[in-house]
């Protein structure tokens, strides 16, 4: 079993609908990260979170400890948006990355 | 600044051949990684390094040897290429393993070994 899990694997959406991207995780961390991967190959830090929930323009994320689980919202998605989105777990020093989750949003 | 940069962004090497990959940074950071993706899984660390002069193992070291001698450079060196290490190679900085740091990704490099 993976360390971490991603759901869903792909997700297709239309302009200005809410997504959510799920993280599940069975390693004891101190810390998530969740990674932006372009079209185009390049990788962008989009949150840091050892707890409760940050929020970034139209981007949310929320991290349940106790529960292993981390969620990354997007609202009033744009086709800009359209990437694959990394869950990263922090377990001591060294980020566990996740598959990925593909989202297209589509105008 | 230029932040991270990978040199070269391509290469195919035949089986047996030998290649360095070059990651570079402006940030003066402490920390610098290389990381393999290949589909259907996740990022996995190759090797690291937590100053000038110190490497250690990551997840998937075999095949791979690297070199900090300067702190702004990181070397990715394949001695004998494989099949099995066609992937993209990415670099990546931080200040520090700390939670608290973010880590800055480089471009990739996208090798092919036929």
């Known amino acids: 079993k993976n360390e971490v899990e991603q759901s869903p694997q792909n997700l297709t959406a239309q302009e200005g609908e809410f997504i959510t991207i799920n993280c599940s995780y069975s390693?004891?961390?101190?810390?998530l990260h969740w990674l932006q991967q372009h079209p185009g190959g390049g990788i962008v830090s989009l949150f840091m979170?050892?707890?409760g929930k940050k929020k970034h323009g139209r981007l949310i994320a929320t991290i349940n400890i106790q529960e292993k689980h981390s969620s990354l919202h997007i609202t009033a998605s744009h086709p800009r948006d359209s990437a694959v989105y990394i869950c990263a777990p922090r377990d001591g020093g060294k980020l566990i990355f996740g598959q990925g989750t593909t989202l297209q949003v589509k105008p | 600044n230029a932040g991270v940069t990978q040199t070269p962004k391509f290469r195919v090497l035949k089986t047996g051949q030998s290649m360095t990959l070059l990651c570079a940074q402006d940030?003066?950071?402490?920390?610098m990684y290389w990381y393999r993706q290949d589909p259907g899984m996740g990022l996995r660390l190759i090797h690291y390094s937590v100053g000038e002069g110190t490497t250690a193992k990551g997840e998937v070291p075999d095949g791979y040897n690297v070199s900090r001698l300067k702190k702004q450079n990181f070397l990715l060196g394949l001695e004998s290429a494989a099949p099995s290490q066609t992937s993209v190679y990415f670099c990546?900085?931080?200040?520090?393993?700390?939670?608290?740091?973010?880590?800055?990704f480089g471009p990739g490099t996208r090798l092919t070994v036929l």
């Open positions: 390693v004891g961390i101190s810390a």
């Open positions: 979170l050892s707890s």
């Open positions: 990546a900085s931080s200040w520090h393993t700390d939670w608290q740091n973010e880590q800055f």
């Open positions: 940030m003066n950071h402490e920390y």
